[in-house]
T-cell receptor
Framework: AQRVTQPEKLLSVFKGAPVELKCNYS??????LFWYVQYSRQRLQLLLR??SRESIKGFTADLNKGETSFHLKKPFAQEEDSAMYYC?????????????FGQGTTLQVKP | DTAVSQTPKYLVTQMGNDKSIKCEQN?????MYWYKQDSKKFLKIMFS???????INETVPNRFSPKSPDKAHLNLHINSLELGDSAVYFC??????????FGPGTRLTVL
C-alpha cells in the first residue's frame, strides 16, 4: 500500500538550532517525493521535490531508498520557518498525479 | 494575479443543504484536483480531472460531484451535507502530472 508517515505531529526548536522533519514512505514502485509547506493562513506551496535536488530557504531533503525516507533538514532554524510541513508521494508508473500526503508536522521555532 | 483561486473562502451551512465550491486556475494547466483536509489537518485527494475528464475518483460518497466545464475550472458540488463533511477543501492544478499548485482553501462548516 502507498503510505507516507510523518511521526512527529509537532516539532519545537529554538532559533538557530538544527531541524530535521522526518518522513518515511511505503511504495512498491519508483516514487517521487515532495515537501509542501503551509504558513499560517496561507495556501499550501511546494518547498522542494527530490528530483530537483535543490535547496530552498536553506532546506534540503535526500531520498534514501534503503531506509525509504525523505527527511527534511535545515542547519539553522529561523522564526519564519514556523509552519505546517507535509511530506507527499507521487507514484511514477501509471502516474495519475495523485499526491499521497503524510499527516503533517507543525514546526515551531522559538526566539 | 496568476494563481489558483477558490470561492467561497468560508462556507457555513445547515445539515441537509446542497452547496457548491468553485475553483479556477489561470496557469494554463490541464489537470485539476480536489483535496480534503480534515480537523486533524490530514490531507487526502478526492478527485482529479485531466482535460475535463475524470482521472481519479477516490472512495468519496456519491453526494460529492465534481464538474469541470472547461480546463480552467473544477467545481465541487455537495448534496445533502453531513456534519462529517466539515473540513477545508483545497483545489490544486498542474501541467499534466507535474508540480501541483494549490488554492487558498474553502473552510466548510456544517451545523
Amino acid at each position: 500500500a502507498q503510505r507516507v508517515t510523518q511521526p512527529e505531529k509537532l516539532l519545537s526548536v529554538f532559533k538557530g538550532a538544527p531541524v530535521e522533519l522526518k518522513c518515511n514512505y511505503s511504495y512498491s514502485g519508483s516514487p517521487e517525493l515532495f515537501w509542501y509547506v503551509q504558513y499560517s493562513r496561507q495556501r499550501l506551496q511546494l518547498l522542494l521535490r527530490h528530483i530537483s535536488r535543490e535547496s530552498i530557504k536553506g532546506f534540503t531533503a535526500d531520498l534514501n531508498k534503503g531506509e525509504t525516507s525523505f527527511h527534511l533538514k535545515k542547519p539553522f532554524a529561523q522564526e519564519e520557518d514556523s509552519a505546517m510541513y507535509y511530506c507527499a508521494l507521487s507514484g511514477r508508473s501509471g502516474n495519475t498525479g495523485k499526491l499521497i500526503f503524510g499527516q503533517g508536522t507543525t514546526l515551531q521555532v522559538k526566539p | 494575479d496568476t494563481a489558483v483561486s477558490q470561492t467561497p473562502k468560508y462556507l457555513v451551512t445547515q445539515m441537509g443543504n446542497d452547496k457548491s465550491i468553485k475553483c479556477e486556475q489561470n496557469l494554463g494547466h490541464d489537470t485539476m484536483y480536489w483535496y480534503k483536509q480534515d480537523s486533524k489537518k490530514f490531507l487526502k485527494i478526492m478527485f482529479s480531472y485531466n482535460n475535463k475528464e475524470l482521472i481519479i475518483n477516490e472512495t468519496v460518497p456519491n453526494r460529492f460531484s465534481p464538474k469541470s466545464p472547461d480546463k480552467a475550472h473544477l467545481n465541487l458540488h455537495i448534496n445533502s451535507l453531513e456534519l462529517g463533511d466539515s473540513a477545508v477543501y483545497f483545489c490544486a492544478s498542474s501541467r499534466d502530472t507535474d508540480t501541483q499548485y494549490f488554492g487558498p482553501g474553502t473552510r466548510l462548516t456544517v451545523l
